[in-house]
């Protein structure tokens, strides 16, 4: 007996073209040279294209004057502005709707969820009900509804459904007070911070404590004394640094005081139903994945009803929760694009819709568009990434 | 010694709060103060919005006529839709040659039957079929040219059959895509091919659909070289099928991580190469698992396919907003959309009913 392995034992080294290592680099470099050429090719005819009908090139376009006005804007602006600051107009209309929309969307959802698991049989019911039927609605079709069939049919400014004599709600919006504020109002704004700051390291101390002494502090209600109590105290020793000035009514629509869209609103509402099914659907699922034994134990243990909640379901079922409502808050960014159907002057409406009628450059401007929806998407992931990982379970 | 003989009473009968119907409202609705006042409210605000609504929709509503004269109640008229109806269902396809959808629909409707039975045996090459073959049959034949029928161009497509047009192709087409995408994101020994699918993939799940309809419909043409243009439809169902397909790789790559490491194993030992071994075994037990979550982007598909009528195609909606312009038929809106929401619902809802019945007939063999 040799130690020698016979030769047809030993598998050989494999001919080069069937070697998985020489294989994987040839496909790579073919992979490779099909992107390049391709891209290569759409740039090329693209140019083309763009000399042969005489438009031009260049990011140049943006410091030009715009000469449209849009209808809402959070910063200010008029048509002697440049269409670069249409594009700034358009997204900071873009992040109002959105913001709005995920603030109202989570609530909804949150309810509705937990609505859909209620022991009552007639909230669960409705709840399911409302989620079973705007889920499968399309979104573009309920932004229509709100806004041409129930918007334009709100009564006109002069018969304006009014709450208080300082809400109206009219077809040519919502009109509410604005606050308006005074000399000493940046002492109300630095108490909160502080406010909000102490809160932040009495809550570390807190749970510090309880680690080490195993003594509870009422955490809850200090900090709503401190954040509460000291904006107060500064409000009233900066003299009632503040006033509203409400909506009034001239001529035919109102004027003064915070108005909000017709467009916003309906776009808003459609979101926010919209997406509320979808993340009531999420929360529904992530109370369902806490297993019951985890009640019982929880029970067994003696905890009360309200610390059950707070200690025990809602840490283990935000984890199941959490990555579904992320895409679903990506979700609603996406969407709020649909205002462009509308004519609420967001992104793609102002900038890809009338700017690029207006100078014709589609390339820079569809370009910069995704950018701005692919970047909103990869911040709200990386901020929900690392809450997730911070909620996550650590084990050993 | 007294003894005391026990008798066995007869069962009482279970306290009468605690049964039928009584029971089932203490138990349901009135179990405490809280739950009371939650079943009043909600029943009030139900009693508030639900009466007004059914004799909207349905006692004091107008069903028959011609014209807007016929609508004579204070509900809703639904001589509107009815009037209309031929052109929500085909668009402006002309009348006389409208047996070609139905024809197309119809035929489709019977292939898909013996996808249903069980005992049909050439399930995988009928689906084949359809997926592959019978697109391009469909629109031979609604095109007209390749038959040597009237040529109906593109732009006369619209309604609901355009909707479902729109919505299958897409859905198809970005199938094949959709798993060539997810197999090369699992390439980790090929990390090239890796990055560049996920660049595709999260690029195209970043940006809304309504850019990407844009792009194809702008900036298509600038890519092309001159002279090969595509109609707006084309356009539109390429974007859609880059968007979609994105989405699809994502649900094929979910089926194949459920794959038990052991298959690949089992496969490689047997000597299969790559692509025997995704064909073979891993790729008919993930697409598979993976029959649910494809209803559910298709269904998600449908609900977008409105989204085209921003870039000029006439699908149901648009066909709806088309119909609302109509100086005869100003301030119907309302008739207009619950119609709509009303179809979508129907198809949306029992699509989804479909995938979660397949969910828990398929469920056999992955869970661990």
Known sequence: ?396 | MDTKQFERGPDLPPPITEIGAIGWLRRNLFSSWLNSLLTVVVAYLLWLMLPPLIDWALISSDWTGTSREDCTSDGACWVFVSVRFNQFMYGFYPEAQQWRIDLIYGTLFLLMIPLFLKAFPWKTWLGGFIIFVYPFIAYGFLDGAWFGFEVIETTKWGGLSLTLILAGIGCVAALPLGILLALGRRATDMPIVKAVCVVFIEFWRGVPLITVLFMSSVMLPLFLPEGVTFDKLMRALIGITLFQSAYMAEVVRGGLQAIPKGQYEAADALGLGYWKKTALIIMPQALKIVIPGIVNTFIALIKDTTLVLIIGLFELLGMIQNALNDPNWLGFSTEGYAFTAMVFWIICFSLSRYSMHIERKLHTGHKR
């Open chain 1, 1 to 396: 007996m040799s130690d020698q392995p016979s030769d047809a034992m030993t598998p050989g080294k494999p001919a080069p073209w069937n070697d998985p290592k020489i294989r994987a680099i040839v496909f790579q470099a073919l992979l490779v040279g099909a992107v390049v050429m391709f891209g290569f090719y759409l740039i090329n005819n693209t140019l083309y294209n763009m000399e042969q009908r005489g438009i031009s090139t260049g990011f140049s376009f943006l410091e030009k004057e715009s000469g449209f006005g849009v209808t809402q804007s959070l910063i200010e602006y008029d048509e002697t502005h440049s269409y670069g600051r249409t594009f700034f107009v358009g997204l900071l209309n873009t992040v109002l709707v959105s913001v709005l929309g995920i603030f109202f969307a989570t609530l909804l959802g949150f309810v509705m969820g937990v609505a859909r698991l209620s022991k009552n049989w007639l909230v669960a019911r409705v709840a399911t009900a409302y989620i079973e039927i705007f889920r499968n609605i399309p979104l573009l079709l309920q932004i229509f509804f709100w806004y041409f069939a129930v918007g334009i049919n709100f009564p006109r400014p002069r018969e304006s459904l009014a709450l208080g004599e300082v809400f109206f709600l009219n077809n040519r919006g919502l009109f509410m007070p604005r606050p308006v504020t005074e000399d000493g109002f940046g002492l109300v704004v630095a108490a909160l911070i502080i406010a909000i700051v102490a809160v932040f390291f009495m809550v570390r101390w807190a749970h510090r404590r309880q680690d080490a002494t195993g003594q509870p502090f009422h955490t809850v209600w200090a900090s709503l004394g401190l954040l509460v109590g000291l904006p107060l105290v500064a409000f009233l020793a900066a003299g009632n640094p503040l006033t509203w000035e409400y909506p009034e009514l001239r001529g035919f629509n109102f004027k003064g005081g915070l108005s909000v869209l017709p467009e916003l609103f309906a776009l808003t509402l459609a979101l926010t139903v919209y997406t509320g099914t979808f993340i009531a659907e999420t929360v529904r699922a992530g109370i369902q994945s806490v297993s019951h034994g985890q009640t019982e134990a929880a029970r067994a243990l003696g905890l009360r009803e309200s610390k059950l909640l707070q200690l025990i379901i809602i840490p283990q079922a935000m984890r199941v929760i959490i990555p579904p409502l992320t895409s679903q808050y990506l979700n609603l960014t996406k969407n709020s694009s649909l205002a462009a159907a509308i004519g609420y002057p967001d992104l793609v409406a102002v900038f890809a819709g009338t700017t690029l009628n207006q100078t014709g450059q589609a390339v820079e401007i569809i370009a910069m568009t995704m950018a701005v929806y692919l970047s909103l998407s990869l911040t709200i992931s990386l901020f929900m990434n690392w809450y997730n990982a911070k909620m996550a379970l650590r084990e050993r």
